[in-house]
């Protein structure tokens, strides 16, 4: 989950992190691959947008790496599914992070900096 703060903050608006600018980045995410717009990201939208992100630009990649890396995308699914429908919307995409970011920002500012997300290595554990 830190990671996933972390790889969002990283492919998506970059840091000072807040929660409000997470759930934009969120909101322009499912914008762009909600591919059936219905306002959630679908099982199958979630894995079509892993094939596309680790296809051929990941060429050091090799086979058992990936299929590892798949397994984890699909676990990362289902732990920010937290009704588990199947659908994850923006709202979950915020609240599976929101402890993590909480235990992240470690002057309680409701700012994630790089260097708090930097020194959180090993702190905050999933
Ligand atoms: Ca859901
Ligand atoms: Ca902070």
Redesign the pocket.
Known sequence: MILSILAAAHSLGGYPVTLAKMRHDFEVMVAADDLDHDRRISRAEWQRLFEVEFSANRLSMTPENRSVLKRDNIREFDREDLDHDGFLTVDEMVQSRVADFRCV?????????RS?AKGTMGRCAN
């Open positions: 920002d470690a002057n309680h500012d409701g700012v994630v900096t708090e």
